[in-house]
């Protein structure tokens, strides 16, 4: 199964993403897809699964849907992100 430290994140605007949000998954997985794409400024790595980067814009709560696969199947989870503006 697949999950990720942090499975309803609030980020920043203009705030580094620091530690990366990580998944955990059992077995190797080749690579990693999001849906549907993250907000600006936040970066997916199809490799690692990780989340990371500095948003620059604001986002309400969206379900982002990321599996992780490999030639012998797949996982997916969701996850609940928001970007929000700190004055």
């Given at each position: ?12 605007v203009n705030q580094s993403i620091d530690p990366p949000n990580t998944p955990t998954i059992q077995g190797i ?59």
């Amino acid at each position: 199964n697949l999950s990720y430290a942090d499975d309803v994140p609030t980020y920043a605007v203009n705030q580094s993403i620091d530690p990366p949000n990580t998944p955990t998954i059992q077995g190797i997985v080749t690579l990693y897809t999001v849906t549907p794409s993250f907000p600006a400024g936040m970066f997916f790595d199809q490799t690692t699964g990780y989340i990371s980067g500095m948003p620059t814009e604001e986002s309400q709560s969206i379900d982002y849907t990321i599996t992780g696969s490999n030639p012998g199947g797949s996982s997916s989870t969701t996850i609940s992100l928001t970007v929000i503006l700190v004055q």
